[in-house]
């Protein structure tokens, strides 16, 4: 597989894990959970995602890309763990998992930044075999 196609399914994932993340937020915002500014961080984190992965190239990946999921993964898992005392279980486990989701694409990204081999005129590096 070309390394190109590594980057696309990369910003093919955080652009799925924007859309959850949207949703997640009119879910929360249409049964009026008590925190209004996880809803509106919630949505604010998935369109960021969108932006990131639709708008720029994130074919080029720039460390942007990298540390706004770095961002997203810690505001999700710090109101997933404090949603844990209002009582909402579900709704904190749900936005815990979606913060190991991120963690696990900021990673990715993180490798696919800094293990490029072989450099071509200005292009994104490709895997040599």
Known sequence: ???????RL??????????FLIGLGVFLLATWFCFKAVTIGTIISGIILLVVCGLTKCVKLHCLA????????LFLVIIGILTIFTGSFVV?????????????LDVVCLILKFCRVAPDKGEPAYFTK
């Open 10 to 19: 990369f910003c093919l994932a955080v652009g799925i894990l924007g859309i």
């Open 1 to 7: 597989m070309c390394y190109k196609d590594h980057r």
């Open 92 to 104: 904190a486990l749900i936005l815990i998992g979606l913060g190991i989701i991120a963690l696990i």
């Open 66 to 73: 990298c540390l706004l999921l770095l961002l997203i993964t």
